[in-house]
Structure formats: structure tokens, C-alpha cells
């Protein structure tokens, strides 16, 4: 049976994710975030998760020890755009900015988390002709996850603008 449910949120920023866990009664443990602006603003809103930094420092491990349980877990994270946007210059995962989507998957195996919710722009379905989505939807399966997705703009959730994500998420199969 699982326990209180535990989170971590990736890539921060000033809480969003941390904000709509914790409404769901999900206790956000740790937030990383490399911005120190940023991480003054979750220490002020949310002082009982521990601050990381930068995300290709932070371990599984560390995130266990800071009261993340794996087990009905869930690990968010709203990773770089930039090389995704069709604003942008298309390099794709393959990008310095949006390749921290690697770093997600490496904290996904070292945690064994069962969930994850992640989200992007929808540059990701198009970049590099597709091939980058179904790369990173292929190695979230290769890893254990059933993974779902939709398009989701902001203006239908009571936000006065047009903001269209890719969310997607996922439970770890468990055989």
C-alpha cells in the first residue's frame, strides 16, 4: 500500500507543477531549479521541499534521501524549449537546451519512479520531422512507462491566453 503520495518537480521554475500537486494533496519533496531567482521564490512558497540546482547534478539517490518514494511517486518537469520551438532554430533533443529531456529519463531509472507528468511546447511533435517525439515517447516505453499525451491550451482552463502544451504522462507497467 502506498503512503502519502510524494512528488518531485524538475525544472521548477517558480512552482507550477509544486503549486498543482500540493492542491491535489501530493507533498512536493524536492524542487531543481538552476535559476536562483527562481528558487528563492519556491524557498518562500514552499519551504518544506528541499531547493536542488542544476538538473545534471542531482541524483536519484539524493532525491530519495530528500523523502521522495518511488513507489506512487511522481516526478514533473516542464524541460527546455527552446530547441523545440518553431521560434527557435529546430536543433531538437539533440539541442544543449531541450536535450535535458535526457535528464528526465536518467532520473526516471535511478529513482524507478511509477509516474511522471512532463510537459512541452508543440514544436516537439513536429521537430525533426516527428522523429524527436517518437524518440523520446520509444525510450519512455523501452524504460517500463505506458506513456498518454494530449495538446492542452491554457485558454480552456480559465487563463486569459492562448498557451498550447504537450502533456504527457505515464504509470511504470508493473509485471
Request: charged share 25%.
Amino acid at each position: 500500500m502506498v503512503g502519502e503520495l510524494t512528488a518531485v518537480s524538475l525544472f521548477a521554475g517558480v512552482g507550477g507543477f509544486d503549486l498543482a500537486l500540493e492542491r491535489q494533496g501530493v507533498k512536493v519533496v524536492a524542487s531543481v531549479e538552476i535559476d536562483k531567482k527562481a528558487q528563492d521564490v519556491l524557498r518562500r512558497h514552499f519551504p518544506n521541499s528541499t531547493i536542488f540546482g542544476d538538473v545534471t547534478g542531482v541524483t536519484g539517490e539524493q532525491l530519495i534521501a530528500a523523502g521522495f518514494e518511488p513507489r506512487g511517486g511522481i516526478i514533473t518537469g516542464g524541460f527546455p524549449c527552446q530547441d523545440l520551438s518553431v521560434a527557435g532554430k529546430r536543433a531538437g533533443l539533440a539541442g544543449k537546451r531541450s536535450g535535458l529531456f535526457w535528464e528526465i529519463c536518467r532520473i526516471l531509472d535511478e529513482t524507478k519512479a511509477e509516474n511522471f507528468i512532463i510537459e512541452n511546447v508543440p514544436g516537439l511533435l513536429t521537430s525533426n520531422d516527428g522523429a524527436d517525439f517518437g524518440i523520446a515517447i520509444q525510450h519512455l516505453v523501452k524504460c517500463g512507462y505506458s506513456i498518454s499525451w494530449r495538446v492542452l491550451d491554457s485558454k480552456h482552463f480559465g487563463i486569459p491566453q492562448r498557451r498550447k502544451r504537450i502533456f504527457k504522462k505515464s504509470d511504470r507497467n508493473r509485471s
